[in-house]
């Protein structure tokens, strides 16, 4: 299986890159830290003519017309500039009303007409709660909630489109405060209903992809600070505390990035290991991403903890992604599960 990325590939990277570097400098991003809406609508609006929410959407479909591997390289550049915004419940809630025959709702979300909150079940509501085609109901966790009409609703296999416009909502304190989170109570009918597996492979593997993506990010970081900062006479990357610190970075960072290309094939290719792969990488980038994001700081010395600079920013926007579409102990759980490939 051949992980390097196609000449195709590398440019919508290189596309990517540049657009994230222009339009989301975490710098003035900070401006917004706290508020509930982060982006504006000009910027969201140029995301969707860029084709991001639609790329991995077939062409019957309204979308672009590639697929899962080209959708985790756009996700892995989102991670590795902590870009903030709904872009992963975008994305899948554009498949789910695919799935659901729903061409208006499909329009709606990759034009970016609507912004889609990632809806979770929150364990400290009332009651548990449920998704099924007719019905979501209980109490749920809402990220990137700030100006979202719609909710992506997700717990295991079964996911939903549902309107936020009625539903009762309380704004909870945010770890990452480019990050807004609210609890919101639903019993509502969702617009569009999908209990494919397919789409909790896709969040995984989405997620594992920004989750790589802030591992590579921080690693390159580190490496180019300790080849800048001087001590003593000499750049700081010489000396083997903080080399070896730089080496163990990229070797995680690149065992991430590369089982999660790995995944993204096994799955877009419906191999029999796709689970196996998907849980796995989803697990090792989340590892890879804490760590490295914690280890960058602690290389970047005192400036490393201060608000202007934005090493501290990838700390707790890993830690906010790996408790996103599922958690650590329920994907550990899942990969334990499975059997491993022979």
Not at 21 to 49: H, K, M, T, V, Y
Not at 94 to 110: C, D, N, P, Q, R
Not at 133 to 161: E, I, N, W
Not at 221 to 245: C, I, L, M, N, W
Request: charged share 20%; aromatic share 6%.
């Amino acid at each position: 299986m051949d992980l390097l990325p196609t000449d195709e590939q590398s440019e919508i990277v290189a596309t990517v890159r540049s657009q994230l570097e222009s339009d989301f400098s975490l710098n003035d991003l900070a401006a917004r830290d706290g508020e509930a809406s982060i982006i504006d609508p000009g910027l969201w609006a140029r995301c969707a003519e860029l084709g991001w929410f639609a790329l991995g959407l077939a062409e019957s479909d309204g979308g672009i017309g590639y697929g899962l591997v080209e959708e985790a390289l756009l996700f892995g550049e989102l991670g590795a500039h902590c870009t903030p915004g709904p872009f992963l419940a975008t994305v899948l809630a554009a498949h789910v009303a695919a799935a659901s025959g729903s061409a208006e709702l499909v329009e709606k979300v990759i034009s970016g007409e609507v912004r889609v909150a990632l809806v979770e079940p929150d364990g400290g509501g009332q009651g548990s709660p449920s998704l099924t085609p007719g019905a979501v109901h209980g109490t749920f966790r809402a990220t990137d909630y700030g100006d979202a009409q719609l909710g992506l609703a997700l717990s295991g296999d079964q996911a939903a489109v549902v309107s936020l416009e009625d539903a009762a909502a309380n704004p909870v304190a945010s770890l990452d405060p480019l990050v807004p989170l609210a609890t919101v109570e639903l019993d509502t009918a969702p617009l569009a209903f999908s209990d494919d597996p397919a789409t909790g492979l896709r969040a995984t593997i989405l997620t594992a992809a920004l989750l790589a993506g802030i591992a590579k990010a921080t690693a390159e970081q580190s490496t180019e600070y300790a080849k800048d900062r001087e001590q003593f006479g000499r750049p700081v990357g010489s000396f083997q505390a903080v080399k070896h610190r730089c080496a163990d970075m990229a070797v995680r960072a690149d065992a991430a990035e590369q089982l999660t290309h790995l995944a993204a094939l096994a799955v877009a290719g419906g191999h029999d290991d796709d689970q196996f792969q998907a849980e796995a990488a989803r697990v090792v980038a989340a590892d890879a991403a804490i760590a490295n994001a914690e280890v960058n700081v602690q290389n970047h010395g005192g400036i490393g903890f201060t608000w202007e600079h934005t090493a501290h920013r990838y700390v707790t926007r890993a830690r906010m992604w790996n408790s996103s579409a599922g958690d650590r102990r329920s994907h550990l759980s899942a990969f334990l599960a499975e059997q491993a490939p022979a």
